[in-house]
């Protein structure tokens, strides 16, 4: 996994860039468990299930930033993240299968195929673009 920190905050991790390649058996936690996005690369046995449950609401005040993930399904997609500062740090070329996780910093997609597909997550909930963005 590529894993892109600041150059103006060292130590500061923005980005994550995870292949399919890169998958294993099992059950591997991409995202730091600190971090409001969350995601785990799932490979699974036929007929493998789990105990059905749901997720409860945890208590108490929390800082909010809106993180953000591609999950490429077909064509490809130029990542281009930038720094706290909006300075261009590294670009990407994510093929199907390959997912990127943005938790701060900047970012710009860029699709380089016809009919290319992506999966988009964000936490949430979204109140609009004034409170969630700045352009660079």
């Known amino acids: 996994m590529d894993k892109i920190y600041s150059r103006h905050e060292p ?16 059950r591997c936690d991409l ?9 785990s690369a799932l490979n699974l046995k036929q007929g493998q299930t789990f105990q059905a449950h749901q997720h409860v609401w945890k208590p108490g005040p929390q800082q909010v930033i809106a ?6 399904i077909a064509g490809a997609v130029r990542c281009m993240f930038y720094d706290l500062d909006g300075q261009l740090l ?9 997912a990127s996780f943005t938790l701060q910093g ?3 997609y860029e699709a380089l195929m016809p009919d290319t597909l992506v999966y988009e ?8 673009q004034q409170q969630d963005k700045v352009f660079i």
């Not at 130590?11 to 099992?26: D, I, P, Q, S, Y």
């Not at 995202?31 to 995601?39: D, G, N, R």
């Not at 590294?90 to 390959?98: A, V």
């Open 11 to 26: 130590g500061t991790l923005l980005h994550m860039v995870f292949r399919k390649a890169e998958m294993t058996a099992g």
């Open 31 to 39: 995202v730091p468990a600190e971090q409001f996005l969350q995601c």
């Open 67 to 72: 993180q953000e993930s591609w999950v490429v």
């Open 90 to 98: 590294e670009e990407h070329k994510l093929l199907p299968g390959d």
């Open 106 to 108: 900047g970012h710009n």
């Open 121 to 128: 997550y964000k936490t949430g909930p979204y109140t609009g």
